[in-house]
């Protein structure tokens, strides 16, 4: 039987969640897979699926230039409810983002409000939990855009640190809900400070999506639930988000309770499509629009229009080979369940990996009937 074996370099990251895959193979012509098998070069959490569907568009978040993705679902399997969380990696590009010595977050399986998916719980006990991207973290100069996208777990109490930069002294770049009224600000390292209008819509709530947008000529947007709440605004002073949680607010760490379910950060700037394509994907993935409920508005592309399409996998549990030793090869699975029943393929064939905690190396052995 031919066999073809693809070795593909992982970073650490979840890419089945982004566009494109880990491994995509076109076929020429009608064959017949009859197995597949891996090894990895790595001690760490793998899991991989093939997805047999005809069409590959639409199914991954279009976040592929986010140079921060902070996602406690990577934490699954490896911590338990209310641990804390040293280090927690960046999907974006499988760096380790770890916590402030002392000050560290925690786990949730479940979160408060965002139920089904975990948190990541700056738990307000005092201190000043916070997570600190590594050296050189995101800055962004005057005429440099970047863009924000937070799923908000928990936010039912005054102030709400989202994120911003820990300069020593005086004024520091932060987005955050301040007051009790909880209205979004963004300021720059310059003192150029934004607040959203005063108003229920503009508050940051429990089970909120924020973005935020910064162009090329320094005017920063943002949104709550996609609708805008700060427009234009010019934020030409550095922007130095290398703090997560409980962020510098003004010229003091802001030590108030706040739960992410995730935090995205681009260095593009979002047209308005792919901004309404990165909140429509995270409104629905995280269960807040529904067919039938208006979380976003009308207008809003992810208006009870869901944008995931579901993949067909060949395999109806993933392959988990997290146990195996190292450059041990897996059993041999079959699609159909048969070893020696073959599975007739004919156009691409895409392998994705559904849990990738540690980067390396994974090889893949597909064995083809003639």
């Not at 973005?211 to 805008?228: H, I, M, P, Y």
Request: charged share 20%; net charge negative.
């Amino acid at each position: 039987m031919p066999v073809r074996t693809h070795t593909v370099i992982m970073d650490g990251t979840l890419t089945g969640n982004h566009e494109g895959a880990a491994l995509n193979l076109k076929i020429y012509g009608a064959t017949s897979l009859l197995s597949v098998k891996a090894k990895k070069t790595v001690a760490g959490d793998f899991a991989f699926n093939i997805d047999t569907s005809a069409s590959q568009k639409g199914k991954y978040i279009p976040i592929e230039s986010c140079i921060v993705d902070l996602n406690p679902e990577s934490l699954i399997g490896v911590l338990s409810d209310g641990a804390t969380i040293t280090d927690i990696p960046n999907w974006a590009d499988g760096s380790t983002v770890a916590a402030a010595s002392g000050n560290e977050p925690e786990w949730m399986s479940s979160g408060d409000y965002i139920t089904g998916f975990p948190a990541i719980d700056f738990v307000n006990s005092g201190g000043d939990e916070r997570l600190i991207l590594p050296s050189p973290a995101p800055s962004f100069a005057s005429g440099e855009p970047f863009s924000i996208a937070l799923v908000i777990d928990n936010g039912n109490n005054n102030n709400k640190p989202l994120m911003g930069s820990d300069v020593g002294s005086g004024t520091y770049a932060s987005m955050y809900g301040t007051g009790s009224s909880r209205n979004i600000m963004i300021q720059d390292e310059d003192g150029n400070l934004f607040e959203s209008t005063a108003g229920s819509l503009t508050n940051m709530k429990n089970k909120d999506i924020h973005t935020a947008v910064r162009l090329s000529n320094d005017r920063v947007s943002c949104w709550r639930r996609g609708v805008e709440i700060i427009s234009g605004q010019d934020l030409s002073g550095t922007f130095s988000p290398s703090i997560i949680g409980n962020a510098q607010q003004g010229s003091s760490w802001n030590g108030n309770k706040a739960n992410f379910a995730r935090i995205l950060i681009s260095d593009e700037a979002w047209s308005d499509k792919e901004r309404e394509s990165v909140e429509a994907w995270l409104g629905w993935y995280y269960g807040q629009q529904t067919s039938s409920n208006s979380y976003f508005p009308s207008t809003h592309a992810g208006w009870r229009s869901d944008p995931i399409v579901d993949r067909a996998p060949a395999f109806s549990t993933d392959i988990d080979i997290s146990s195996l030793a190292i450059d041990t090869f897996s059993a041999k699975f079959s699609p159909t369940g048969s070893p020696t029943t073959p599975w007739t393929v004919s156009g691409p064939i895409a392998i994705y990996p559904t849990k990738a905690y540690k980067a390396g190396t994974v090889t893949f052995e597909l064995e083809f009937t003639v």
